[in-house]
């Protein structure tokens, strides 16, 4: 499929049925496996064959799903977790264990940033959180011969910073170090980071490529560019034989391609169990067969609202990456030439109080913990998703007391509009 354009990747990716077999992709609802000797099996668990033997680490209508996954973002190997948080961790934790740091941007999603900065610290690994806007110098500052990994998102949730990916490449890549970039608000219709160097990327699946608010899910991919034997020292657990698998070196056995990918399922999918459902991937499938579509009518709503607001006396400041008027409208233009998302955030004046009173006289446009949805929904993060924030860190992930961010569908923009002009007349 690689030959493809993204929309024909969206719609048959992943999946060609044979003669007389089912169009669309079949669930495979089943635990187990069936085997006919012991021998068979055995050769599975020592991962000397490749098959299926228990859904818990992989499951058919699954890998169906990871592979059309992979094939958008352009990747070696993916597979699917069980929600966007399970692949933000797994992602780390496959290459940073106890006594290990990273580098994150600091504007990322307030559950990654909690995972970072409270559990992962719990379990000995350390973090430095930088500004996605450091200079290389600065960055290069953060590192510590112990340093693992740099990790960032794309746009990030909420605060709608966009990461310069080849900056953050670059100096990743210079200390022999992956980059992983969770890439949930564009989708890879709308931007494709290995194309600017990052080496993994994640997604939570619970958003546009699910799309109609119906799971929660989440996915890995890798680039297969990263060298790991050429920093052996660095990825004992990829370059060195694991115990757990009959002494299976990872790097030399499944390649620069694989081996990422492969200790994620055969170790991590198989101790912590964070699996993502059959029934949860044909549902993230019949997303993504829209998804090219999707994404534009977002992208399209998100820049009709935001024009709306940026000219509207009650609104003190507007946030959209799109607007001429964004911060990083040169990033944009490099990494998004065809459009973002459909999020947005922005402040009524008023301040907290403001832009409460704005949100409860919304008809139309409903208060929700989500976004990415064809439903419009909006937020005020500063007392929902970013309440365990302190001030310092929630200005840190650039979330401002006032700010509401605001999710557009797929609806009509005249209707959406609509309910923002009256509600922002009779609040
Ligand atoms: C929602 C989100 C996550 C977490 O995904 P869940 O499926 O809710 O666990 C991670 N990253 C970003 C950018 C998100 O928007």
Not at 8 to 18: A, D, K, L, N, S
Not at 135 to 159: D, H, M, Y
Not at 350 to 372: D, P
Not at 398 to 417: C, F, T, Y
């Amino acid at each position: 499929m690689e030959k493809k354009g993204i929309g024909t990747v969206c719609v048959q990716g992943g999946y060609t049925p044979g003669n007389g077999e089912p169009r669309q992709i079949p669930i495979i609802q089943s635990t187990t496996f069936r085997y006919e000797t012991s021998e068979d099996m055995g050769k599975l668990f020592d991962l000397e064959a490749s098959g299926y033997f228990y859904s818990r680490l992989q499951n058919p209508t699954v890998d169906t799903v990871a592979a059309k996954i992979c094939a958008l973002e352009g990747g070696t190997a993916a597979m699917m977790t069980s929600s966007g948080m399970a692949a933000n961790f797994l992602a780390v934790f496959n290459i940073c264990t106890a006594g290990d740091h990273f580098i994150t941007s600091s504007a990322i999603y307030g559950g990654t940033f909690n995972l970072f900065n409270v559990t992962m610290r719990k379990m000995g690994i350390d973090v430095t959180f930088v500004s996605p806007e450091v200079s290389e110098e600065e960055l290069q500052a953060a590192f510590r011969p112990n340093t693992k990994l740099v990790f960032g998102e794309t746009i990030a949730n909420p605060a709608l910073i966009t990461l310069d990916i080849e900056k953050f490449a670059r100096v990743a890549h210079k200390n022999g170090v992956p980059l992983i970039i969770d890439n949930t608000f564009p989708t890879p219709v709308h931007c494709r980071p290995f194309e600017f160097g990052a080496d993994i990327v994640t997604h939570a699946t619970t958003k546009y490529m699910d799309g109609h608010g119906s799971s929660v899910g989440g996915a890995i991919i890798d680039s297969g560019n990263f060298n790991w034997m050429a920093h052996a020292d660095k990825f004992p657990g990829l370059c060195t034989p694991d115990e757990s698998y009959h002494g299976i070196t990872y790097a030399e056995k499944f390649g620069q391609g694989g081996a990422y990918i492969t200790k994620a399922t055969a170790q991590l999918m198989r101790d912590l169990g964070v699996t993502c459902a059959p029934m949860t991937a044909y549902y993230v499938n019949l997303g993504l067969e829209s998804l090219h579509v999707r994404m534009k009518r977002h992208a399209e709503n998100g820049m009709a609202v935001a024009t709306f607001l940026e000219n509207h006396p009650k609104v003190g400041w507007v946030n959209y990456p799109g607007l001429a008027s964004y911060k990083g409208k040169a990033l944009v233009d490099k990494y998004m030439p065809n459009g973002t998302c459909g999020v947005i955030s922005f402040g009524v004046k008023g301040g907290r109080e403001g832009a409460s009173r704005f949100m409860s006289t919304l008809k139309m446009i409903a208060i929700e913990t989500h976004v990415a949805d064809a439903r419009s929904c909006c937020l005020h993060p500063a007392t929902a998703t970013h309440r365990q924030l302190s001030d310092e860190e929630l200005v840190a992930c650039g979330v401002l007391p006032d700010m509401i961010r605001m999710s557009l569908g797929l609806e009509d923009a005249s209707d959406l509009i609509a309910d923002i002009s009256q509600a922002l007349e009779n609040a």
